[in-house]
């Protein structure tokens, strides 16, 4: 049996000390190593696989935050999540996950690694973000450009190929390249609102503060979904 045998890496994942797991992106649990199991209470992880991921949160919802923000980062590191366990105990880890893409891009799996945050208990609070603000900023990031991004890309398409049609006329093709510039603005705001990383402000009007975008964005924004 040749060292890259499934079988021999199958026991090296199973015997692997982090909590590793993959799910389908509606949530169905497709293997989990036997530290994921003991981390959850179960004795086999034959009692986990083929149940529902959600099962395992205390807060169901932060299922959907994790899914809605992976699918805008397709990688997400250390986000504290609070579980709970067969017995009812809840305690907090540290969650990375990937987002496993077909050939066409499509979310197919998501693949997992929990650490253990040390915190035990069966009535304490959920553990919080690191900064309650950045949270509300980036769920907010999330939202405008989910609604943002189908409508901005249909636009711009629609302009490239009227500009086409229109390129013999030159009045009519110079007020559309105007158009596309400022649709090529707006498309790069969204873009830098969806590489939201950190909660930057500043001063706008009357001791008003808004979010400093430029600062807030990553300095190596993701691929826009449909470019």
Known sequence: MGVNSPI??????????????????????????RTFATLFGHASVHELIGSPEIDLYRTKKDRGHLVERLLHHKRLVDLPIDFQRKDGTVFSCAVTVQAVVDDEGMVVHVDGMLRD??????????????????????????????????????????????????????AGFDKLVRIQKQLSRVIEITRKIASIQTYESVEYVAGVKIVDIEKASRRCPEKWPHD
């Open 117 to 170: 945050a040390g915190r035990d208990s069966r009535s304490g609070p959920p553990a919080a973000m690191p900064d309650e603000r950045l949270q509300g900023v980036l769920e907010m990031a999330g939202g405008v450009v989910h609604h943002l991004n189908q409508p901005l890309t249909i636009l711009n398409n629609l302009l490239n190929e009227t500009m086409v049609d229109l390129r013999m006329d030159p």
């Open 8 to 33: 021999r890496y199958g026991d090296f994942l199973d015997g692997f000390p982090a909590a590793l797991y993959r799910s389908t992106l509606e949530g169905t649990i497709l293997y989990c190593n």
